[in-house]
């Protein structure tokens, strides 16, 4: 079985500030592990993705994540936040190996930037 | 591009009504899905088919009945609504299953009074 655990229900930064948003993952086999945005009253748009390869990948909008498999980690940063940031994020994972359907989601992020 | 089209937008339904919330993607994307959003709770699956004339249970199925005739369509159904579906319902497809990203819709508010 999969789970994803989001540290912090709502996080506050200030706009210009790093954004640090935390997503630990359990999986009995290699993941492939997402992050998604969702800004209000829309739905899921995709901000990046790890299935195999570089451990840090780059997404849209500024945004990248590293994939520690020790930590089993996938932390999603941006050097510098921007008032058009703020929105939903979530973390989630899908079984590589085929044994489970759709993904698995964390329970969300809510990112505020203060200005 | 239009992707995954729901409907209704959104939804106030007397308990006890059935309702279905319709689904279409134009990806000819193999496997779709049906996840609810609730507050505090993140997305959980119902629903989901890996291949047209294929469905299979997710983490929260009770009370919802799901069909894929084609590989386009993917229609959500609950029999007789009560107040726990309230939720925000959101259809998404991926080209094949787990393994890919997965597309979503821009979801479906339903409010059961």
């Known amino acids: 079985a999969q789970s994803v655990t989001q540290l912090g229900s709502h996080v506050s930064v200030s706009e210009g500030a790093l954004v640090l948003l935390r997503c630990n993952y359990s999986?009995?086999?290699?993941?492939?592990l997402f992050w998604y945005v969702q800004y209000p009253n829309q739905g899921l748009q995709l901000l990046l993705k790890?299935?195999?390869?570089?451990?840090l990948v780059k997404g849209i909008n500024g945004f990248e994540a590293e994939f520690k498999k020790s930590e089993t980690s996938f932390h999603l940063t941006k050097p510098s936040a921007h008032m058009s940031d703020a929105a939903e994020y979530f973390c989630?994972?899908?079984?590589?190996?085929?044994?489970?359907?759709?993904?698995?989601f964390g329970k969300g992020t809510h990112l505020i930037i203060q200005p | 591009i239009a992707g995954i089209t729901q409907a209704p937008t959104s939804q106030i339904l007397a308990a006890g009504r059935r309702m279905t919330l319709r689904c279409t993607q134009d990806m000819r994307h193999n496997a779709m899905y049906w996840y609810r959003q609730d507050l505090g709770l993140g997305l959980r699956l119902i629903h989901y088919?890996?291949?047209?004339?294929?469905?299979g249970k997710g983490e929260v199925p009770d009370g919802y009945s799901v069909s894929r005739a084609n590989t386009d369509d993917f229609p959500l159904t609950l029999a007789s609504a009560v107040p726990s579906q309230t939720s925000v319902y959101f259809c998404a497809s991926s080209e094949t299953r787990g393994n890919t990203e997965a597309f979503f819709g821009q979801g479906t508010r339903l409010t059961v009074v």
């Open positions: 989630a994972v899908s079984d590589s190996g085929g044994g489970a359907d759709g993904l698995t």
């Open positions: 999986s009995s086999v290699p993941p492939y």
């Open positions: 790890y299935t195999t390869g570089a451990t």
């Open positions: 088919s890996n291949t047209a004339g294929t469905t």
